[in-house]
């Protein structure tokens, strides 16, 4: 018998016009259905849809009245384990679905579950799917894989279960076709299903979003991570990659792992090149021009003036996050380093970590130039000069010898030596150096404020020559993903 005068006979059935069976006519019909025309419907289908051949960990069903949307979307997915999600009104469905998929080579009765909703409760088949979802995987084990089908049930149910999929990133199923109102359902044997994409994996603009969140709040390796997955499941994924390339990028950068930066730039930039048509030309901009400086870093013997730029950006970004202790470790790295290098650079072979003071000039009065240093600038007096020279010794040196780089900065006076050492001693006492405070928003301000004033002094002399200043603004970290 051909499908269409199986169709004609179905139809006889539902109307009571021809048994077959006991039950209702409606009951009749659906045994017939399932007896005489699923077989067949489904042999068609996925000859017609070989995606439907991958195997599927766990279907979620709505079911209402008619259990055949159920037990067809079971017959083409042909899952490991099923779970029915029905109104109270609707148990005899679940019945139905039970004789059939449970056995005959099927599955086995613990792979069947049910449960019963409140239809107007969409937080009941939200529990209910993530209920099971949570007792089917084993610690350590992959990701099940999980559908669920809303072509049955009443409409709330397929909301909150279409709206469950999203939170929870699995896919839907829906059995589309022509409407037939006699059978109050899809025409018989003219089932389409459609396997449609979480909403996340179409756009993943709420992800992407969240994604934005942790990198703007200088989280990068969480961003990082976030954008990975994201790379994996939108149909789209040119700014993730853009994004996720970034993150790591920042995240190399802010914590100073040099040895990583030539991967993270070359990901940067070829991923910046697939971006190109998506990214503003500010974004493009900033970024192209903070990998052309890191470049500068990612060698053996990395530039020691970009060094202190590097500090220094790294200290304002840490500042914008509110992270203050962080921010002045930074800082006080850039002011000591601009003094370190210029005794270093103003006087060839002479270097802090071993200071021979011998190239400074003669021993004796480099010693009792620096001792005279010590008293006027209010420092503890100093029968011999130090062996490791940190930031307030390497300002008093400068001080003593009468530096042009003290003078330029403005440190060739007590005063200004003392305001310093009250500076350094914020940091000092920093719950990060050697002490049990927190850095405060304002104090962490008047470090950066010092630190920029002498990083400027120092890249007139030794830098490009250009507006350090509008070089760590264009080197800010970008706060958009476009």
Request: hydrophobic share 40%.
């Amino acid at each position: 018998m051909v499908m269409a005068e199986k169709d004609a006979k179905l139809r006889r059935i539902l109307r009571g016009e021809e048994r077959w069976g006991d039950g209702s006519p409606s009951d009749q019909a659906t045994a017939y259905f399932l007896s005489e025309m699923l077989d067949e419907v489904v042999t068609r289908i996925r000859r017609q849809r070989p995606e439907l051949t991958t195997q599927v960990d766990l279907l979620i069903s709505m079911s209402g009245f008619s259990p055949l949307t159920t037990i067809l979307a079971y017959e083409l997915i042909r899952p490991a384990k099923l779970l029915v999600i029905y109104s109270a009104q609707a148990d005899a469905s679940v019945d139905f679905i039970g004789n059939h998929v449970v056995g005959g080579g099927r599955l086995r009765h613990q792979n069947f579950m049910h449960r019963s909703v409140q239809p107007t409760d969409p937080q009941g088949v939200y529990r209910a799917v993530k209920d099971v979802l949570a007792r089917s995987g084993a610690p350590g084990e992959r990701k099940l894989s999980a559908i669920i089908d809303i072509t049955g049930g009443k409409k709330v149910m397929s909301a909150a279960a279409a709206l469950a999929a999203w939170q929870l990133n699995l896919g839907l199923c829906y059995l589309d076709g022509e409407y037939d109102p006699e059978f109050r359902r899809v025409v018989p044997g003219d089932e389409r299903p459609l396997l449609l994409a979480n909403p996340t994996a179409l756009f993943g603009e709420q992800e992407m979003a969240a994604a934005l969140d942790a990198f703007k709040s200088g989280a990068f390796d969480s961003a990082h991570s976030q954008y990975k997955e994201l790379c994996e499941q939108i149909l789209e994924p040119t700014r993730a990659r853009f994004m996720r390339a970034v993150s790591a990028l920042y995240g190399a950068w802010c914590d100073l792992d040099l040895s990583s930066l030539p991967e993270w730039i070359k990901a940067v930039d070829a991923a910046q090149q697939a971006a190109e048509r998506e990214l503003t030309q500010q974004t493009s901009r900033t970024v192209a021009e903070q990998v052309d400086f890191l470049r500068t870093l990612a060698t053996d013997q990395p530039d020691p003036a970009a060094l202190l730029v590097c500090f220094h950006v790294l200290g304002k970004h840490y500042r914008r996050i509110g992270r203050h202790d962080f921010a002045a470790l930074l800082f006080y790295r850039t002011i000591e380093g601009c003094l370190g290098r210029r005794l270093e650079l103003a006087h060839p072979g002479f270097t802090c970590k071993n200071p021979d003071y011998r190239l400074l000039g003669d021993p004796v009065a480099v010693a009792g130039g620096y001792d005279k240093a010590l008293q006027d600038t209010g420092g503890r007096a100093s029968v011999e000069l130090p062996s490791n020279i940190s930031l307030i010794q390497a300002a008093t040196l400068l001080y003593s010898l009468n530096d042009e780089f003290a003078a330029r900065a403005g440190l060739n006076t007590p005063a200004a030596i003392a305001n310093l050492r009250e500076l350094a001693e914020i940091r000092n006492n920093s719950i990060l150096a050697h002490g049990y405070r927190t850095v405060t928003p304002d104090q962490s301000e008047r470090l950066r404020v010092r630190a920029e004033h002498l990083l400027s002094v120092f890249w007139r002399l030794y830098g490009t020559g250009s507006d350090v200043r509008a070089l760590c603004d264009r080197l800010r970290f970008i706060d958009s993903d476009r």
